[in-house]
């Protein structure tokens, strides 16, 4: 069970201000831009754009706001041109870290990036230093109060999932890239909520944090994911349940 993604379970129960709402919106409209650049306008025929799509109504961005980013992509109304940058570094315990951006100043964010890591208790590395830890992976998180397991397992694994794991309060779902939209779908057809779907780089070797280094290591991520080029952000920490909990009434 990822450690990163019980804590964004977490963090997705807190009230989103309106400024939150604003910056995430604003970067989902980066993700799709940069989808319908790669990949073309038409969602039928580009994953990458679908994804962003479906993500971008989940957090209940207006339809105008995704079909201009849409547009921008394929060309059709004036926009900035955003590069795509791997951050790879350390955080508090040896917790390997990868960042992911879309950038429109390298010579920007690059600076950036590295005195968030500096300033947090991190170190910012050499180009593959930590990304040969990481796969691609369909991620998918329900909330065990809205599904038995035996239930979950069965769908997802009939699906080509590859393994579903369990926590406290979760259930994670994995599978290759591949198969990750046809688990979505067919958990959402089955009518069970679903709390995150996403493409995620995921490690096989995690790092067991203790509540002090877990405390370090969640204000580094934050301080990145806040980070306004910032798509997302990947680490191979693992937090206990426990920890979790002492962490979640601390803030």
């Given at each position: 069970?990822?450690?990163?993604?019980?804590?964004?379970?977490i963090k997705h129960?807190?009230?989103?201000?309106?400024?939150?709402?604003?910056?995430?919106?604003?970067?989902?409209?980066?993700?799709?831009?940069?989808?319908?650049?790669?990949?073309?306008?038409?969602?039928?025929?580009?994953?990458?754009?679908?994804?962003?799509?479906?993500?971008?109504?989940?957090?209940?961005?207006?339809?105008?706001?995704?079909?201009?980013?849409?547009?921008?992509?394929?060309?059709?109304?004036?926009?900035?041109?955003?590069?795509?940058?791997?951050?790879?570094?350390?955080?508090?315990?040896?917790?390997?870290?990868?960042?992911?951006?879309?950038?429109?100043?390298?010579?920007?964010?690059?600076?950036?990036?590295?005195?968030?890591?500096?300033?947090?208790?991190?170190?910012?590395?050499?180009?593959?230093?930590?990304?040969?830890?990481?796969?691609?992976?369909?991620?998918?998180?329900?909330?065990?109060?809205?599904?038995?397991?035996?239930?979950?397992?069965?769908?997802?694994?009939?699906?080509?999932?590859?393994?579903?794991?369990?926590?406290?309060?979760?259930?994670?779902?994995?599978?290759?890239p591949s198969s990750?939209?046809?688990?979505?779908?067919?958990?959402?057809?089955?009518?069970?909520?679903?709390?995150?779907?996403?493409?995620?780089?995921?490690?096989?070797?995690?790092?067991?944090?203790?509540?002090?280094?877990?405390?370090?290591?969640?204000?580094?991520?934050?301080?990145?994911?806040?980070?306004?080029?910032?798509q997302s952000v990947?680490?191979?920490?693992?937090?206990?349940?426990?920890?979790?909990?002492?962490?979640?009434?601390?803030?």
């Amino acid at each position: 069970m990822s450690g990163h993604s019980k804590w964004s379970t977490i963090k997705h129960k807190k009230a989103a201000t309106d400024a939150k709402r604003s910056k995430t919106w604003s970067k989902m409209s980066r993700d799709i831009t940069v989808a319908a650049r790669v990949g073309g306008g038409d969602p039928s025929s580009n994953p990458r754009l679908r994804l962003a799509i479906d993500k971008a109504r989940g957090a209940n961005m207006p339809k105008d706001n995704i079909d201009k980013a849409i547009k921008k992509g394929t060309g059709d109304l004036e926009g900035v041109a955003y590069e795509e940058i791997l951050y790879e570094g350390y955080g508090p315990g040896g917790v390997a870290v990868m960042v992911q951006a879309l950038t429109d100043n390298r010579s920007r964010t690059a600076p950036e990036i590295k005195k968030i890591f500096e300033r947090k208790n991190g170190n910012l590395g050499a180009t593959n230093c930590v990304a040969w830890m990481f796969q691609q992976k369909g991620v998918i998180v329900v909330a065990r109060a809205d599904v038995e397991e035996d239930q979950l397992i069965e769908i997802a694994i009939d699906n080509g999932a590859e393994d579903v794991t369990t926590s406290e309060q979760i259930y994670e779902v994995t599978s290759d890239p591949s198969s990750f939209e046809s688990v979505r779908d067919a958990i959402r057809t089955a009518e069970i909520p679903i709390q995150s779907a996403d493409l995620s780089m995921v490690s096989e070797n995690s790092v067991a944090l203790d509540a002090e280094a877990a405390r370090k290591v969640l204000v580094l991520v934050e301080a990145l994911e806040d980070h306004d080029d910032v798509q997302s952000v990947a680490t191979n920490f693992d937090i206990s349940d426990e920890v979790l909990a002492q962490l979640a009434a601390d803030r």
